[in-house]
T-cell receptor, first 114, second 116 residues
Framework: KAGVTQTPRYLIKTRGQQVTLSCSPI?????VSWYQQTPGQGLQFLFE???????NKGNFPGRFSGRQFSNSRSEMNVSTLELGDSALYLC?????????????FGPGTRLTVL | AQTVTQSQPEMSVQEAETVTLSCTYD???????LFWYKQPPSRQMILVIR??????QNATENRFSVNFQKAAKSFSLKISDSQLGDAAMYFC?????????????FGKGTLLTVNP
């Protein structure tokens, strides 16, 4: 089975722009979670989607949004980019999102905001 | 809110030796899971080991084992016969909220260096 894929792998944007990141989960996985990783804050949960519905949301401003499609692929969007949004964005998928289910991570998208 | 604390920002170990990484957590739940993830320089997060809180027996995966102390809310990772490929950032993680919805809360991580 192919692993979790994320595109693009690297992205450079300027302040005020918006960006869309994409995540394709492992085939058959219906839960997709997004995390932001920065040196200062570490790994922080953004949101989780299951069957096209957002079930969980972390403490991020409304500029961060996401969606999930019927094929379980997910996108996250960040509008009005700020310098502090520079981070590694990780996507993870699991079968059903239950507590014991392993989350499989993608390689991440490195976003740099200038 | 659940919290996860890794008190060792960095650790080093000689190849073939044993090292233990510490993790403490705080929760009011009685049934939960705990995870250790590894993030090598390639940045790909990989699950190392998983422990179910209701199980008395400590989880083991080849050279990796845990020392789970539920009452003390401690979940340490022991790496035996350390190899150069074990060099990575290690994160302790705890899934928040019960039921079928969950999100992982990660500790700040421990950077492990393996010396030849």
């Amino acid at each position: 089975k192919a692993g979790v894929t994320q595109t693009p792998r690297y992205l450079i944007k300027t302040r005020g722009q918006q960006v869309t990141l994409s995540c394709s989960p492992i085939s058959g996985h219906r839960s997709v979670s997004w995390y932001q990783q920065t040196p200062g804050q570490g790994l922080q949960f953004l949101f989780e989607y299951f069957s096209e519905t957002q079930r969980n949301k972390g403490n991020f401003p409304g500029r961060f949004s996401g969606r999930q499609f019927s094929n379980s692929r997910s996108e996250m969007n960040v509008s009005t980019l700020e310098l502090g949004d520079s981070a590694l964005y990780l996507c993870a998928s699991s079968l059903a999102g239950g507590q014991g289910n392993e989350q499989f991570f993608g390689p991440g998208t490195r976003l740099t905001v200038l | 809110a659940q919290t996860v604390t890794q008190s060792q920002p960095e650790m080093s170990v000689q190849e073939a030796e044993t090292v233990t990484l510490s993790c403490t957590y705080d929760t009011s739940e009685s049934d939960y899971y705990l995870f250790w993830y590894k993030q090598p320089p390639s940045r790909q997060m990989i699950l190392v080991i998983r422990q179910e809180a209701y199980k008395q027996q400590n989880a083991t995966e080849n050279r990796f084992s845990v020392n789970f102390q539920k009452a003390a809310k401690s979940f340490s990772l022991k790496i035996s016969d350390s190899q150069l490929g074990d060099a990575a950032m290690y994160f302790c993680a705890f899934p928040n909220s019960g039921g079928s919805n969950y999100k992982l809360t990660f500790g700040k991580g421990t950077l492990l260096t393996v010396n030849p």
